[in-house]
């Protein structure tokens, strides 16, 4: 699934063709993806300027001067194709303007598009519960150490609750946890504030790191240009069971499940 720094990339690489011009159709080529498209989406859509782009959590956003946002998710396998050189059969949502086409081509169809009120975006339900945002000014070590007082679930678990922090997902808080040298079991309460401290750094460490590499391809990702993201070559834990630890006095990493998802980790080095 395309994780936070693969839809940033995706929504930094439409605005370089997509910010400031203006719609002039809209295709779709079925009713849905994951729901029901909005029914007045190509009448709001067509004849709109796009104003500008930006991300929430796993969302990205496509701002109109109709005061209306397209809200879409990427879902397992979605991308955004800039002037494709053919059409796919997956390409499900079409918006062209005068300079280029854009496909919004889903093979598994888990991605969604919506239409939200610009000016309703912190309330529209999905986001309405979300923490902040891991990049943002309001991601602190004070806040996150609040967040986690008196949890019993593992660290982790919480750091994957959207309610905690908004659209962390599980390859970058493994990386995380490495860097910050904390076990993912640990109970989320039983974190340190010395853990913390060097935990919220870490986080935003690997998500800039990540989003500056072109986000990580796994599987058939890559960015709407066609250039695969190259982070996966980084990886510290992530899908390493077996081989050394990256540090001089780490064992060997391990792999365990938790809440239906693998987690990588030095047993050694993180406690």
């Known amino acids: 699934m395309p994780e936070l720094p693969e839809v940033e990339t995706t929504v930094r690489g439409l605005a370089r063709f997509m910010e400031g011009e203006r719609i002039t159709r ?3 080529n079925r009713a849905d993806l994951r729901r029901p498209f909005p029914p007045e989406l190509v009448q709001v859509l067509t004849g709109a300027q796009v ?4 991300r929430r959590a796993k969302y990205g956003l496509i701002h109109t001067d109709r005061d209306q946002t397209l809200v879409f998710h990427l879902g397992m396998s979605g991308r955004w194709r800039i002037d494709p050189s053919e059409d796919d059969k ?5 918006i062209e303007t005068a300079s280029n086409r ?5 093979p598994r169809r888990f991605g969604s598009v919506d239409l939200v009120g610009t000016a309703d975006l912190e309330a529209w339900p999905i986001f309405a519960t979300m923490g902040p945002e891991p990049l943002g000014d309001a991601f602190t070590p004070a806040r996150l150490k609040s967040a986690l007082t008196g949890r019993k679930q593992a660290i ?15 390859i970058y808080v493994c990386e995380a946890l490495w860097r910050a040298g904390i076990h993912p079991r640990k109970p989320g309460g039983k974190v340190t504030r010395p853990q913390i401290e060097r935990l919220v750094p870490a986080i935003k460490d690997v998500l800039t790191q990540s989003i500056g590499d072109g986000g990580s391809t796994l599987r058939d990702y890559a960015a709407p240009d066609g250039e695969l993201g190259y982070f996966a070559t980084r990886f510290d834990v992530y899908g390493r069971e077996g081989e050394p630890c990256r540090r001089e006095d780490g064992g060997i990493v391990r792999r365990l499940a ?10 050694k080095c993180q406690r």
Do not use: E, M
């Open 156 to 170: 982790k678990l919480c750091l994957l609750d959207q309610r905690i922090v908004a659209g962390l997902g599980n």
């Open 258 to 267: 938790q809440g239906g998802r693998s987690t990588w980790y030095c047993p």
């Open 90 to 94: 997956h390409d499900h949502v079409v």
């Open 51 to 54: 104003t500008s782009l930006g």
């Open 26 to 28: 809209v295709t779709l």
């Open 102 to 106: 854009f496909a919004l081509c889903d």
